[in-house]
Nanobody, 115 residues
Framework: QVQLVESGGGLVQAGGSLRLSCAAS????????MGWYRQAPGKQREMVAT???????DYADIVKGRFTISRDSAKNTVYLRMNSLKPEDTAVYYC?????????WGQGTQVTVSS
């Protein structure tokens, strides 16, 4: 069973930066698309950024140029670097490992951006 543990969330002022980490319990990057998703109160969960087994990345339009997804295969860890944060980035951020046959999700980490 794949386990994902997020960390790095917190309270930051608008314009600030945070780096989220997602540690996987086993080597999975070759088999899954890794991604970050977020859910704000009263809203649906949305994709923020993904990275494929081949290293291709994709971003939601609203975070392009501000957020960067990366991974360290030796540490089984995926990162989300978030710069120029805005109050509308406030949400619970989830890490996910996804493929056709199965999905695995972390417990989420809260990011709050104050104005």
């Amino acid at each position: 069973q794949v386990q994902l543990v997020e960390s790095g969330g917190g309270l930051v002022q608008a314009g600030g930066s945070l780096r989220l980490s997602c540690a996987a319990s086993q080597t999975i990057f070759s088999f899954y698309v890794m991604g970050w998703y977020r859910q704000a109160p009263g809203k649906q969960r949305e994709m923020v950024a993904t990275i494929t087994s081949g290293g291709s990345t994709d971003y939601a339009d609203i975070v392009k140029g501000r957020f960067t997804i990366s991974r360290d295969s030796a540490k089984n860890t995926v990162y989300l670097r978030m710069n120029s944060l805005k109050p509308e980035d406030t949400a619970v951020y989830y890490c996910a490992a996804r493929r056709t046959s199965s999905d695995h999700w972390g417990q989420g980490t809260q990011v709050t951006v104050s104005s």
